[in-house]
């Protein structure tokens, strides 16, 4: 029994469906049905015919995707092993294709975070190039603080002084209330 908890525990961080967790799952369903039909004879109640009817839905849906999800692990090995065999028969000048980077790769490996790398494209994309930029664009194109120049958003309200307050909002309505 301890080895089953230990190989349980193992398997939750175990990516896909491991039979460990498989035959948990399977005992747990089967217990939850030995209680829903207890109740159901216990009370009559039709809720625990439906509820049985659900779990028993899900119980097959959790073994259906579990067996789609090994005929799939077999199909890509199957496709990796034959991958495998015609790398072997390749000449050795050839380029594999696992070895081939994406257009949009790094081509350096020292940053293990993805923070580092958004930070290295920018300061790739943030190098001056040769090409010639047009003065009307740029110009139009920069931030307003960029250009010197803070502009204030406009009022939709129509009479607002800028200070958002919800007090001075009732101060105005005591005003005209008063007079």
């Known amino acids: 029994m301890a080895s089953f908890m230990e190989d349980l525990w193992s398997s939750i ?20 049905q030995a209680l829903l039909l207890s109740l159901l004879l216990a009370t009559y109640s039709i809720h625990f015919l439906v509820l049985s009817f659900l779990s028993g839905a899900l119980w097959w849906s959790i073994n259906w995707f579990a067996r ?7 199909e890509e090995a199957e496709k990796q092993k034959h991958a495998d065999k015609e790398h072997d028969d390749e000449p050795e000048g050839k380029p ?12 350096t490996t ?5 923070t580092e790398q958004v930070a290295l494209r920018k300061e790739i994309a943030s190098v001056p190039t040769s090409a010639p930029r047009s003065t009307t664009a740029s110009a139009t194109l ?11 958003r406009l009022s939709v309200s129509g009479e607002s002084s800028g200070y958002q307050s919800t007090d001075s909002e009732w101060e105005k309505v005591d005003d005209n209330h008063a007079a």
């Open 142 to 152: 920069q931030l307003p603080e960029a250009q010197g120049e803070i502009r204030k």
């Open 68 to 74: 789609e999800v090994r005929q799939f692990q077999a």
């Open 96 to 107: 594999d294709s696992s070895t081939r980077k994406t257009p949009g790769a790094l081509d």
């Open 13 to 32: 961080f175990t990516p896909g469906p491991t039979p460990t967790l498989l035959v948990a799952t399977n005992v747990t369903f089967a217990a939850l």
């Open 110 to 114: 020292d940053s293990d975070t993805e």
